[in-house]
C-alpha cells in the first residue's frame, strides 16, 4: 500500500499532488495552443447538435454537482446558451420537462453514480441528447451517452473528490469552447486566450501546490473550529461550496459554502471571534464586491482566510490568514483555487486522526437511489 500511494501518507494527498499531470492529461491530444486548436473526438459528430442547443440541463452529484455550477458559468458566458444545473435525485423525480433540442451534460466521476444514471435515462427516452463527462472509461454513463469527453484523470480512490474536480473543470471548459467555436459565439481573440490559459494550468497548479506547508499551519490554527463558512462570487462561488464539502467529507466539521453576497441574508447571523471564514477572492469581474463582503465579517470578527491573486495588496491587510494564488482567466481560475482548500480540508482532516481516504458513511460511488 505504501508503493501504491507513491510515498505519500494517503491516497488524497498522492492525489491532489498528481493534479498538474492529471489536468496536463485532460488536455493532451485535444488542446494545441500554438496552433490555437481544439479536438474533442467524442463530441465531434455531435458538435452541431450541440450548438444548436436550446438549453443545456447539467445533471450530477456531489463534487461533479460543484463542476457542473463552474461549468454554468462557463457555457452561457462562451455559448450564450442558457444552462441548468441539477442534482440528478431531484431531476429525476419530478418527471421534468425535457426533450429534443434540449442538451443533457452528465457529469460522473465513476460513471455509476445510481441517481445520475437514471436521470440520463429518462432525458434519453424523451428526445434529449446526452453528453457524458466521466473519469471511468467504458461506465455505465460514459456508454449510455449519445456523445461525451472523458476526465482522463487515472483511478481516484480517495472517497473524497480531488483530482476528477480539477479535471472536470479543465474538460468542461474545452467542451465549452468547442460548442462556442461551432457557434460562433466566442471571438477568435478570448478563443485563443481561453487555449493559452488552459495550457498554462498544470504549471499554475504545480505553483499552487507549493502553499502546502503555508496551509497546513493555517489548518493547525483552524482545527479546532466548531464550524467554518466559505464564501465566494462568480466562478468562485462553487469552489466555496467544493471547499466546504470537502472540509465536511473528511474531518467532520461542520461547514457551509454560499455566494458571498448572499450571507447578508443568513449566514451572517453566526458570524463571531470563533467563525473561521475561507473567502475566495481572487482577481476577477467580482473583485471589488467581495472585499466590501470580507469588509462586512471583519466587522462582526470573523476570522478571514482569505485566498487571494499573487500581487494582491488590498485583501491582505484585512485578512487574517493569506493563501496567494497564481493568476488566471476566471474562467479557469477555479482550478487553481480549489488547490489549497483541498489541502486545507486534508489536513485539518488528518490532524484531527480520521482516515482521509475513507471517511466515515462516505462512499466512493454511490451506486443505490
Ligand atoms: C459520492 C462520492 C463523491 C462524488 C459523488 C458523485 O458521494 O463520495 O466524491 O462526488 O459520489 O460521484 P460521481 O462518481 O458521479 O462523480
Redesign the pocket.
Known amino acids: 500500500a505504501a508503493i501504491e500511494k507513491g510515498g505519500f501518507a494517503h491516497f488524497m494527498l498522492k492525489e491532489i499532488f498528481e493534479q498538474p499531470q492529471t489536468i496536463f492529461d485532460s488536455l493532451r491530444g485535444r488542446l494545441d495552443a500554438k496552433k490555437g486548436t481544439l479536438t474533442m473526438g467524442g463530441i465531434r459528430e455531435y458538435a452541431e447538435t450541440l450548438s444548436n442547443a436550446k438549453r443545456i440541463i447539467i445533471v450530477?452529484?456531489?463534487?461533479?454537482?460543484h463542476a457542473g455550477l463552474v461549468a454554468e458559468y462557463m457555457i452561457e458566458e462562451l455559448c450564450r446558451i442558457p444552462v441548468e444545473v441539477e442534482y440528478a435525485s431531484e431531476f429525476r423525480y419530478r418527471n421534468p420537462v425535457v426533450g429534443p433540442g434540449d442538451v443533457i451534460i452528465a457529469?460522473?466521476?465513476?460513471?455509476?453514480?445510481a441517481d445520475?444514471l437514471v436521470a440520463i435515462e429518462a432525458a434519453k427516452e424523451k428526445g434529449a441528447i446526452i453528453l457524458g463527462v466521466c473519469?471511468v472509461v467504458g461506465s455505465s454513463?460514459a456508454r449510455l451517452s449519445h456523445a461525451g469527453a472523458y476526465t482522463h484523470a487515472g483511478p481516484e480512490i480517495g472517497?473524497?473528490?480531488t483530482k476528477?474536480f480539477t479535471a472536470q473543470l479543465a474538460v468542461l471548459c474545452l467542451v465549452g469552447l468547442k460548442i462556442a467555436a461551432e457557434k460562433g459565439s466566442v471571438t477568435p481573440q478570448r478563443f485563443q486566450h481561453l487555449l493559452d490559459e488552459l495550457d498554462q494550468i498544470p504549471e499554475k497548479v504545480a505553483t499552487a501546490l507549493k502553499l502546502d506547508d503555508q496551509v497546513q499551519q493555517i489548518a493547525a490554527k483552524y482545527k479546532d473550529a466548531r464550524d467554518f463558512l466559505y464564501l465566494g462570487r462568480g466562478y468562485n462561488f462553487p469552489v466555496a461550496l467544493e471547499g466546504a464539502l470537502k472540509l465536511k467529507?473528511i474531518s467532520y466539521i461542520h461547514a457551509e459554502g454560499y455566494p458571498a453576497a448572499e450571507m447578508k441574508h443568513g449566514p451572517i447571523a453566526l458570524v463571531d471571534e470563533n467563525l473561521p471564514v475561507v473567502i475566495v477572492a481572487t482577481k476577477d469581474s467580482y473583485y471589488e464586491k467581495i472585499v466590501s463582503n470580507i469588509q462586512e465579517i471583519k466587522a462582526r470578527k470573523g476570522k478571514v482566510i482569505a485566498v487571494v491573486t499573487e500581487g494582491d495588496h488590498i485583501i491582505p491587510p484585512m485578512a487574517d490568514d493569506v493563501i496567494f494564488v497564481p493568476s488566471a482567466d476566471e474562467l479557469v481560475a477555479p482550478i487553481v483555487s480549489v488547490i489549497p482548500l483541498q489541502l486545507l480540508a486534508y489536513h485539518i482532516g488528518v490532524m484531527k486522526g480520521f482516515d482521509v481516504d475513507k471517511p466515515r458513511n462516505?462512499?466512493?460511488?454511490?451506486t443505490v437511489e
Open positions: 450530477a452529484c456531489g463534487t461533479s454537482w457529469i460522473s466521476q465513476s460513471g455509476e453514480t445520475t473519469n454513463i472517497v473524497a473528490s476528477a467529507e462516505l462512499a466512493k460511488s454511490v
